[in-house]
């Protein structure tokens, strides 16, 4: 119970415009360390089966900055906490906006959106992978080697300076999509085709027959000739994928943790399933200066690659938003959510450490449900902390339910965690 005369507990605004599952899981967390939620999402979201909501606002994509400015009157958030990809984009969108045409934005909402995001002079970086590795390496912070292209002769150009593989991406993407690697001159070509390609017969083509006509050598020098959207060609870096997940305040890192995946889905650059906590020094040292170099706030993750030969950090890129291991601090005693609970109320004391919630032998995590769905008969699922939600049933029921044709039998499948065995 709240002390008589103390101040309210901050409000946040949880905003999804994915229907990702990833983006369930930290509510849980943020409610249990004392913030009020507002949670802003589509019709089609999980959000709707989390029970840790004061107030849900379901909306079309269309009505966000309507919702925002009648959410920020009605409950004076201190943050909008963007839980995917469609929403931090929409933010930034709702800067661009409150930078160039004031006028249609209210102050308290301008106000809200300047403390969500951060230092308001970097924000036009903070999407941009070409832009956050220039940055990095601009700080002395290991990086892939890399090169902007508009012609596929140009990124094979690139792989015979820096060595076959590379890898080939393209901007806006995430979770592995939009990232492909590239043996040959060949495969070069293909992989730039299959990036650009839009619409039902070009993506036709970059599935089926692309990659034959690019064996051909005059026609992969035809292919090799066209102009497109521009890509990132960048040099490949052999070894273990690996990331830090951080809370940060105007670019002031106040909690974070490190860890190595296991299993990705699908390999080689697919999103993490299996993940493993560690101890790395040279990753929270680049990821503090990062930080600090963009301004950002509010929960994030910056993936690496852990070099084979030398275990060297090298940094990929930022993701500017929950990621879906942000909650799983508490496993370790370092609580994100109380980190910018303290920093919010400044009470230190909230944010001093706990013994982890789980045995320290435990400091592998099977996530879910993206383990089970790579492979339901994994051994991470029964030796590893299976991460499922145990206490929210309608949660669990309605990933089940919606679950594709192709994985019907998943639908009554038992789920087991490690504190089952």
């Known amino acids: 119970m709240q002390p008589s005369g103390a101040p309210p507990p901050p409000t946040l605004i949880y905003l999804a415009l994915n229907d990702w599952f990833s983006s369930t899981r930290l509510p849980r967390y943020l409610s249990r360390a004392g913030f009020r939620l507002v949670a802003i999402c589509t019709p089609a979201s999980p959000l709707l089966q989390v029970r840790h909501f004061e107030h849900r606002a379901v909306i079309a994509p269309e009505d966000l900055t309507s919702t925002l400015e009648e959410v920020t009157k009605r409950f004076q958030p201190k943050l909008i906490v963007s ?5 931090i984009y929409a933010v930034h969108a709702l800067q661009q906006q409150c930078a160039t045409a004031p006028a249609t934005i209210s102050t308290a909402l301008r106000a809200l959106v300047r403390r969500s995001l951060g230092n308001p002079e970097q924000q036009h970086h903070m999407l941009r992978k070409q832009r956050i590795n220039e940055i990095a390496g601009g700080l002395g ?17 690139f792989a015979r300076e820096v060595g076959y593989p590379i890898v080939l991406k393209k901007e806006n993407t995430h979770g592995g999509m939009g990232v492909l690697l590239c043996r040959n001159a060949a495969e070069t070509v293909t992989s730039v085709f299959r990036l650009r ?41 052999q070894g273990t994928p690996a990331f830090r997940t951080f809370v940060a305040r105007e670019g002031r890192v106040l ?18 399933t299996v993940v493993r906590f560690v101890d ?31 275990n060297r950090a090298v940094l990929l890129e930022l993701n500017a938003r929950v990621t879906p291991t942000n909650h ?21 004391e ?31 699922l029964v030796s590893a902390y299976h991460d499922i939600p145990e206490d929210e049933p309608e949660l669990i029921a309605a990933w089940r339910t919606g679950l594709p044709q192709c994985a019907h039998w998943l639908r009554s499948i038992p789920l087991l965690s490690v504190a089952d065995t």
């Open 83 to 87: 839980a995917d990809e469609g929403a």
């Open 350 to 380: 909230i944010a001093s450490a706990r013994p982890p919630n789980a045995l320290p032998v435990l400091r592998t995590v099977a996530l879910f449900p993206s383990e089970l769905m790579r492979d339901a008969a994994s051994e991470y």
């Open 280 to 310: 790395n020094p040279n990753m929270a040292r680049a990821v503090a200066a990062l930080a600090e170099a963009v301004g950002i706030t509010g929960f994030a993750g910056v993936d690496f690659i852990l070099e084979a030969r030398s």
């Open 197 to 237: 390609a839009i619409g039902i017969p070009r993506r036709g083509i970059a599935k089926y027959g692309v990659g034959t006509l690019a064996h051909i050598a005059p026609l992969r020098s035809l292919l090799g000739a066209w102009r497109g959207q521009p890509l990132i060609a960048q040099e490949y870096v």
């Open 328 to 348: 799983l601090g508490s496993l370790l005693g370092t609580d994100l959510c109380a980190a910018l609970m303290a920093e919010l109320t400044d009470d230190r």
């Open 255 to 272: 909690a974070g943790f490190s860890a190595v995946a296991e299993r990705v889905n699908p390999p080689p650059f697919g999103s993490s």
């Open 141 to 157: 912070i290991a990086v892939p080697r890399q090169r902007a292209i508009t012609l596929p002769r140009e990124a094979d150009a």
